[in-house]
């Protein structure tokens, strides 16, 4: 899961295996919450959102899962693939506070060994 | 093919001088934001924009500046009272705030 500081949390899965990343996110307010994959030296890349309204939503081969009683979202990968190595980042958005402001975590370092 | 381009990718800075990030979008959207990346940790917002000829401050805005005189683009400047610039920024578009956020691949700037 994602943790403050320096360090990244490292998820290891081998290929063919499914990921699961967590994040514990901070405001019980949050609306709405966004999955990106940041590869390196790259923006982040959008993955896939849910609103607080929902507990589950589904991509290809991604699923993303919102708790709101305990403030935790994961997102699962299925059957991970090389390509998948990258920085997975949770946002947080807070409609009523104003504007788009998105609150990120600080991210998991995701890689597949083959 | 629509997206949002940031330039240059690597810049560098003088003790005492001012630089401008540019970030030019062709997806039509309202609203663009700046972030700054450190290593090993997550985006923190500079500076955002819902709409042309408006813009507001972030978490960590003191030492740069803003403007949004074209719907298209935000140019970002470093200026010399930001003491720790080093980092990589990161340009950000959606149209409403129940979207996601696009991003280019980010300008990374360095002290020389």
């Known amino acids: 899961g994602e943790s403050v500081g320096l360090h990244l949390p490292t998820l290891s899965v081998q290929e063919g295996d499914n990921s699961i990343i967590n994040c514990a996110y901070s405001?019980?307010?949050?609306?709405?919450f966004i999955w990106y994959k940041q590869e390196s030296g790259k923006g982040p890349q959008f993955i896939i959102d849910?609103?607080?309204?929902?507990d589950k939503r589904q991509g290809q081969r991604v699923t993303v899962l919102l708790n709101k009683t305990v403030k935790h979202l994961s997102l699962q990968i299925a059957a991970t693939q090389p390509g998948d190595s990258a920085v997975y980042f949770c946002?947080?958005?807070?409609?009523?506070?104003?504007?788009?402001?998105?609150?990120f975590g600080t991210g998991t370092q995701l890689k597949v060994e083959l | 093919d629509g997206g949002i381009t940031q330039s240059p990718k690597y810049l560098f800075r003088k003790e005492g001088q001012n630089v401008t990030l540019s970030c030019e979008q062709n997806?039509?959207?309202?609203?663009m934001y700046w972030y700054r990346q450190d290593p090993g940790q997550g985006l923190r917002l500079i500076y955002y924009?819902?709409?042309?000829?408006?813009?507001q401050k972030g978490d960590i805005a003191e030492g740069y500046s803003v403007s949004r005189e074209k719907k298209e683009s935000f140019p970002l400047t470093v200026t010399s009272a930001q003491k720790n610039p080093t980092a990589f920024y990161l340009c950000?578009?959606?149209?409403?705030?129940?979207?996601?956020?696009?991003f280019g691949d980010g300008t990374r700037l360095s002290i020389l």
């Open positions: 997806l039509n959207h309202d609203a």
């Open positions: 924009s819902q709409i042309v000829n408006d813009f």
């Open positions: 849910i609103r607080s309204n929902m």
């Open positions: 405001n019980s307010a949050s609306d709405y």
């Open positions: 946002a947080e958005n807070n409609f009523r506070g104003g504007g788009n402001k998105l609150t």
């Open positions: 950000a578009s959606n149209q409403g705030e129940d979207q996601p956020q696009h």
